[in-house]
């Protein structure tokens, strides 16, 4: 019986520092092996059409005040021509390449050359070298977490120059918003074929590469796991953190400038935007080792939906709020701001202590408090290809004994405060809650799936003890 119980410690342990073991869940981890038809339209779909909505989305604010309709019925009441609003489209610039490659070059050097010194005097940082989750093949990768510093380094420089030495506009991003986004296309498409090619002739680990032997389903959901170049240059971290999250804060003070100078004001709604996405991009930052045992690090692979995905969608579509407010500066009555912002800081601090509390109850395998209170959990287990049975827990208290993604939730919230700060006139802006809403419920889905086949008839009891994916009593 000692001996029984002494293995399941043991072996507890080993669960936790291999929140997701080696060759357990080989089979479902990350992306499929094999494409079923759906998948596959799903794929085609995006590849075709994701990069013309971005395109379709900031072209509407260029030149059709951030209408969704006027350019379709335009085009559909023969007033315009295709060809029209391609002309009228700004083409790639000399200066936007200079700027662009400019920046990506700064975050590459900040990311790979300055060794984080933030964990050194902020307490409760955890940054430096740390360790990510154990991947399929069993490697377990360390990254040099230094994503705040090179945040707070890249804004302070940024204020420096708006205050004091004005080597360039604060406009800067506004400006050169359309030759940008071609640069951000060149770089996505560049570093995604590129990872399809490493994948394929050099892999940093070839046990971690999935081919399911479908060109477009490969290149857009990755072959590689962790492509690295060098020890330390892991693309999945730098290009999911850097330089698109990076530059989400600064693209929004660009607004913000582009404001003052049109209206000469900078409205509270604009403000709303900034402060309250400033928040979640610190969050991100500041949680940026806890974000390596989170699913896009532990179980995407690196192909077009992150490499392109971060270098085009997240800065240019998780920028609109920022943009439709340039075009349409909306002030908001005190009551309507208020209650913006109270939306905004309630959905941010359920997304954190949700998050917070499963992170201190894995991390003490349940020896905490939630709540005041010692956490209720389910027992489960699963076993590996090779037969060892691993235990792990599924909390059922706090606000994981709500709903099963009760963080989705908080984000979803944070996500409406930032859309409903731009009023009601336009559909533009509320894209980002449409979006969000697809891509966390998908998202739920997915991870369900790949919970219930990994604990079984334990996951079972555990949905029967939550029943509610995110909102108790409705979904
Ligand atoms: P979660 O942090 O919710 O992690 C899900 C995993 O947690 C499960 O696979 C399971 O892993 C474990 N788990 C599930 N239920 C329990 C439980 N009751 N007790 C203990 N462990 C449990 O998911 P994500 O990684 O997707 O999200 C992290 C955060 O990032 C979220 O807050 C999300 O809102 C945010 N996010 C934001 C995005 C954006 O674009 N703004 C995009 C994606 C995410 P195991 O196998 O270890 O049991």
């Known amino acids: 019986m000692a001996t029984h119980q002494e293995k399941k410690l043991a072996e507890g342990r080993k669960h936790q520092n291999m929140q997701n073991d080696t060759k357990a869940s080989q089979g479902q981890w990350g992306r499929a092996w094999e494409v079923d038809w759906f998948s ?16 379709y989305f900031i072209m509407s604010c260029a030149q059709y005040q951030c209408s969704l309709t006027d350019p379709l019925l335009d085009l559909l009441m023969g007033n315009k021509h295709l060809s029209d609003i391609w002309n009228s489209t700004p083409v790639l610039t000399y200066k936007a390449a200079g700027i662009y490659s400019l920046w990506v070059t700064f975050q ?3 990311y790979v050359f300055i060794p984080d010194f933030c964990h050194k005097f902020l307490p409760g940082y955890v940054g430096g070298v740390q360790e990510g989750a154990v991947t399929p093949a069993g490697v377990v990768n360390k990254y040099e977490i230094n994503g705040l ?11 420096a120059n708006a205050a004091c030495f004005h080597f360039f506009s604060p406009t800067i991003m506004f400006d050169n918003w359309i030759p940008l986004l071609w640069c951000a296309n060149i770089l996505g498409y560049a570093v995604s074929t590129f990872a399809m090619i490493k994948g394929y002739f050099f892999p940093t680990n070839a046990k971690d590469c999935k081919f399911t ?18 020890k330390w240059f892991d693309f999945k971290l730098f290009f999911n953190g850097r330089p698109g999250i990076v530059a989400w804060t600064l693209i929004n003070l660009s607004f913000a400038a582009k404001q003052q100078e049109l209206y000469g004001e900078v409205t509270n709604s604009m403000v709303l935007v900034n402060v309250l ?12 080792a806890w974000y390596l045992k989170t699913i896009d690090i532990c179980h995407d692979h690196f192909g077009w939906y992150l490499g392109w995905g971060d270098c085009v969608w997240l800065p240019y579509l998780y920028t609109l709020q920022g943009l439709y407010l340039v075009y349409h500066p909306v002030q908001l009555s005190t009551a309507h701001a208020v209650g913006v912002l109270v939306l905004g800081l309630l959905g941010y601090y359920i997304f954190r202590m949700t998050n917070h509390q499963k992170d ?7 020896k905490c408090r939630i709540w005041g209170k010692k956490p209720e959990y389910i027992e489960c287990s699963y076993v590996s290809v090779d037969g060892t049975k691993y235990y792990s827990k599924l909390m059922t208290s706090g606000f994981w004994g ?13 996500s409406l405060a930032y859309c409903l700060a731009c009023g009601f006139e336009h559909v533009l802006p509320y894209f980002y809650i449409i979006y969000m809403t697809i891509l966390l419920t998908h998202r739920c889905i997915r991870d369900e ?3 219930s086949s990994k604990y079984g008839k334990e996951w079972k009891r555990y949905t029967t003890a939550v029943p509610y994916r995110l909102l108790p009593g409705v979904f």
Not at 40 to 55: D, E, G, R, T
Not at 149 to 159: D, G, K, P, Y
Not at 403 to 412: I, M, P, S
């Open 40 to 55: 596959l339209a799903s794929v085609l779909f995006l590849l075709m059409f994701a990069p013309l909505i971005v395109y």
């Open 108 to 110: 590459v050097v900040l």
């Open 149 to 159: 510093q090179a945040w707070i380094i890249t804004h302070v420089l940024w204020f």
């Open 213 to 230: 032997g479908n060109f477009f389903y490969d290149y857009m959901m990755g072959i590689e796991f962790n492509p690295r170049i060098g």
């Open 277 to 288: 996405q400033a928040i979640y991009v610190v969050d991100f930052f500041w949680n940026e």
């Open 360 to 366: 201190l109850f894995r991390r003490t395998n349940g």
């Open 402 to 414: 709500w709903a099963r993604h009760f963080n989705y939730t908080g984000d979803l919230m944070g």
């Open 449 to 451: 799936h790949r919970c």
